[in-house]
């Protein structure tokens, strides 16, 4: 059977290489470590790119999901490292990035009634290998936020709204999804429940009534909830407020430098 040209190999002649690419938004399924349950299966969103030298005309994407198959059952944090450096070896990259995008749950107690529930949160695992590796842990926490102003002018009650609030970090050691989340959960005004009975959402709205935030006061409490973990070395905290009474977002990000 006669060989079949390798396009991708062919010389490119414009002298312009190609710092990211590769296959984007790929479903599969992922293994993450749980903290009460050891293991939980998920099925996250995928990126995985290389650098492509300039000589190259193209690479090769047929071996992104090769890698990806390879792994099948074991893609986890642990895995990153030796999946992005086959992805180096393969494509004859000098680079390579992976990125998930996943939801965890988490069984989470009402304050009151301590009925049980499972929460969503929607987690990042970003990791990148060239000369050395390099490991970003993100989450996406949902809380309450009471506008202290709105409650300081107004005779009867206050705004509130639903926040997001984005942190990604960078650590050595382990560092448990669970408490991260927990970390941050805390720095709002209240938390978010996926079950609540009447005695909760009273324990809740009234949780939220006695501890308003602005926005930046969120994020300078989550910058000091992680500044005291010394495992973590760079962290970046983004909070929005999808706010109820204007038609628009109130934002804030902090970014520490690396230690």
């Known amino acids: 059977m006669p060989t079949m040209p ?5 010389r490119d002649t414009r002298n312009i290489p190609i710092d990211k690419v590769g296959v984007k938004d790929i ?4 293994v993450v470590m749980d903290k009460s ?3 939980q299966h998920t099925v996250a969103r995928i990126n995985m790119y290389v650098d492509l030298p300039h000589h190259f005309k ?4 047929s071996r992104f999901i090769e890698i990806l198959n390879r ?3 074991e893609i986890s944090i642990e895995s990153l490292d030796t999946i992005l450096l086959e992805m180096k070896e393969r494509l004859e990259a000098s680079r390579a990035h992976v990125e998930l995008e996943f ?3 988490i069984e989470k107690e009402a304050p009151v009634s301590r009925a049980k529930g499972l929460m969503e949160y929607q987690c990042q695992m970003i990791g990148a290998i060239g000369e050395e590796a390099d490991f970003v842990l993100g989450v996406t926490v949902p809380v309450t936020s009471l506008c202290p102003c709105s409650r300081e002018i107004s005779g009867r009650g206050a705004h509130n709204q639903r926040s997001a609030i984005n942190v990604q970090i960078r650590y050595d050691g382990h560092i448990w999804l669970e408490d991260l989340i927990e970390w941050v959960e805390a720095c709002g005004s209240a938390p978010v429940y996926s079950l609540l009975k009447r005695e909760d959402e009273k324990a809740v709205t009234e949780q939220a009534y006695d501890n308003p935030m602005f926005v930046e006061d ?5 910058t000091e909830r992680l500044q005291a973990v010394a495992e973590i070395s760079w962290f970046r905290v983004e909070c929005e407020n999808f706010e109820s009474i204007h ?3 109130a934002y804030a990000m902090v970014e520490s430098a690396s230690r």
Not at 218 to 222: E, H, K, M, N, P
């Open 58 to 61: 193209g690479t090769h994407m």
């Open 247 to 249: 038609n628009h977002s």
């Open 27 to 30: 479903r599969y399924p992922i």
């Open 6 to 10: 390798d396009m991708q190999k062919e």
């Open 218 to 222: 969120i994020v300078r409490a989550v």
């Open 103 to 105: 939801p965890y749950f």
């Open 37 to 39: 349950k050891v293991r």
């Open 71 to 73: 792994y099948r059952g």
